[in-house]
């Protein structure tokens, strides 16, 4: 199948005991079994739920894996992903990540014993440069939150490899989603999306996802999930497979409104730098257009006023676009990342890789392209 074909067939069959073409709801927690350990597959809904299981198959079919995980939260399924190491081990990270992330490596997992470092990813030298033989977990995130920053997939997956074919290779697709980009394709080991996003698309559900190929890798992941109890709820489940199957048409809009937004406000006098890998300036343009089918709906940029008070004034001041947390639902979302999604990340860190107060981050949605640019127009005044 191809992709538009995959998000709403992939890994699907009509429920078999009524032909249903969506999957119900399997709202409950336990299964009926004829004989001690003799059932139909599903014991306990922390290991399997039938609507779950449906929800995971779309996952591992969209990212062309073999096996799909869904968690309560993106940050659970990052958590289980680093559940696979142990103390000593280390983790080479980007310098420009999701706060959560950051928080989570920097403040509850280093407790534990794991070690972090974290690199520029515009240059392969700067991960490889890196490596130790404590390093167990390359984690890219591609393109970057905030910054847009993008890593070669590819060729970062193959130069580690060929220095220690053990080290996994994990990559952040939330940006992306795979309708632009499929990371197991170029190498990489896991796949997770804060399933909250994109995929759900709908700003109705907070979910993560973990998608693999490798079987033994499969089985530890399921393993951690069941034994740590992350799971994603039947009915969350449901709302994140009825997401899915609309992904191919809300990203094509997602794509053109970014390309406009992007365009609008490079255009702009009173709008600084704007972050945005379509661009031909875009420092890694040449990379995202080789392993991204498009550019995405996200665009972040800086006020040439560089004061706070400039970018509290317009995110006060946008209508259609929505003050708010997240982003990659239909609506239009701003965000303040040095006070919202980035300020678990210490100030001194957060300049030192360009998280100014200036800086603006759009998640654009998919309304009407003249709508979202006078709004624009009005908050720039």
Avoid at 213 to 237: C, E
Avoid at 346 to 354: H, M, Q, S, T, Y
Wanted: aromatic share 8%.
């Amino acid at each position: 199948m191809k992709f538009n074909t995959k998000t709403i067939h992939g890994g699907q069959k009509n429920e078999e005991a009524t032909g249903a073409v969506m999957p119900p709801i399997f709202q409950t927690s336990t299964y009926a079994q004829s004989s001690p350990g003799v059932h139909k597959g599903y014991e306990y809904s922390r290991g399997e739920n039938p609507t779950r299981s449906a929800l995971e198959n779309a996952f591992a079919a969209i990212e062309n894996g073999t096996h799909g995980f869904a968690f309560s939260s993106g940050l659970s399924a990052i958590d289980c992903v680093l559940r696979l190491l142990n103390p000593g081990d280390e983790v080479i990270a980007g310098d420009d990540l999701y706060g959560g992330t950051y928080r989570m490596f920097t403040r509850l997992f280093d407790k534990y014993g794991l070690k972090f470092q974290f690199v520029d990813m515009n240059e392969v030298i700067n991960v490889t440069n890196a490596i130790s033989s404590a390093t167990k977990l390359i984690w890219l995130e591609t393109p970057t939150n905030p910054l847009m920053k993008i890593a070669d997939i590819a060729v970062i997956t193959a130069k580690v490899k060929a220095q220690n074919k053990d080290i996994l290779v994990a990559v952040d697709n939330t940006f992306a989603t795979p309708y632009l980009q499929r990371p197991l394709d170029l190498g990489a080991d896991i796949v997770m999306h804060s399933a909250t996003k994109y995929l759900g698309g709908h700003s109705d559900l907070v979910m993560g996802a973990l998608m693999v190929k490798d079987a033994n890798l499969a089985a530890q992941i399921h393993f951690i999930q069941f034994a740590g109890g992350a799971i994603a709820g039947p009915m969350d489940s449901f709302l994140a497979l009825r997401g899915i199957k609309t992904l191919h048409l809300r990203m094509q809009r997602h794509c053109e409104n970014g390309k406009a937004v992007a365009t609008f406000l490079k255009n702009h006098d009173q709008v600084g730098e704007v972050y945005y890998p379509g661009f031909e300036n875009h420092p890694n343009h040449a990379i995202a257009k080789k392993q991204m089918d498009d550019f995405g709906g996200m665009v972040s940029f800086r006020l040439k006023d560089q004061r706070k008070a400039a970018a509290f004034t317009f995110l006060e001041k946008v209508r259609v676009f929505t003050l708010a947390e997240s982003l990659g639902g239909v609506e239009s979302l701003a965000n303040h990342p040095s006070t919202m999604t980035h300020a678990s990340i210490p100030e001194p860190e957060r300049l030192k890789i360009g998280i100014t107060d200036s800086l603006i981050r759009l998640s654009v949605g998919i309304e009407d392209i003249d709508d979202l640019l006078d709004d624009l127009r009005q908050a720039l005044v």
